[in-house]
């Protein structure tokens, strides 16, 4: 049973601080996403990485930074954390394949609240 | 730009009712378009893609979706919802070879007993 896994569901951290979210995935998946979900907006895409040490922005990487040091691992980072970056955060990985068509599988998402 | 367009916030139907929850697209080249549901303080969970062939494709659970290239639709559908349907719908859309996909806002689908 293929699995993504986040470090923790519930994060309350106080501004300033910063903040590190883990993801893992079981799969051996070349590409690995991270997410922001905020309710009307869906999910939005912060960074995603299609192979070990390779990172590209998504539309909102704003006050946020990224790790893939090893292809089963991707690491989003708040530097400073700020009130505005209370949010579910959504990791999902896919396999490269041979074009478009693969289906992303996603870890259960962290609720993050900073304060 | 690439977008998708999920037209209602919130789907209420009832049980035994046949169900449709709609997305509309816009892109660039050939789209490949999937679905997703998302259930409570869950992760979302693939439901179904359109890749190319056969414009009506069954996924999970009972559910289909048509995929129409005129209208740049792909509305998701079950022909008798059930309760336990109730949940956070995405569609999304990813191009040709690209790698990010695009998600719609989400509709809420309730279905009641």
């Known amino acids: 049973d293929v699995k993504v896994t986040q470090s923790s569901r519930y994060l309350v951290k106080r501004t300033g601080e910063k903040v590190f979210l883990e993801c893992v995935q079981d799969?051996?998946?070349?590409?690995m996403f991270w997410y922001r979900q905020d309710p009307g907006l869906g999910l939005r895409l912060i960074y995603f990485?299609?192979?070990?040490?390779?990172?590209e922005k998504g539309d909102i990487p704003e006050g946020y930074s990224v790790s893939r040091e090893k292809k089963e691992r991707f690491s989003l980072i708040l530097e400073s954390a700020s009130t505005n970056q209370t949010s579910m955060y959504l990791c999902?990985?896919?396999?490269?394949?041979?074009?478009?068509?693969?289906?992303?599988?996603f870890g259960p998402g962290t609720r993050l609240t900073v304060l | 730009a690439q977008s998708v367009a999920q037209p209602e916030d919130q789907v209420n139907v009832a049980e035994g009712n046949p169900l449709t929850v709609k997305c509309t697209y816009s892109?660039?080249?050939?789209?490949?378009l999937f679905w997703y549901v998302q259930y409570p303080n869950r992760g979302l969970q693939f439901l179904l893609k359109?890749?190319?062939?056969?414009?009506l494709v069954k996924g999970s659970y009972g559910f289909e979706a048509e995929f129409n290239k005129s209208q740049t639709s792909f509305h998701l559908k079950k022909p008798s919802a059930l309760v336990s349907d109730s949940a956070l719908y995405f569609c999304?859309?990813?191009?040709?070879?690209?790698?990010?996909?695009?998600f719609g806002p989400g509709t809420r689908l309730s279905v009641l007993p």
């Open positions: 999902a990985s896919t396999h490269l394949g041979t074009g478009a068509d693969n289906e992303q599988f």
């Open positions: 799969m051996d998946h070349e590409n």
């Open positions: 990485s299609y192979d070990v040490k390779m990172k």
């Open positions: 892109v660039s080249g050939n789209p490949y």
């Open positions: 359109y890749i190319t062939g056969d414009n």
């Open positions: 999304a859309v990813r191009y040709n070879y690209g790698q990010n996909f695009v």
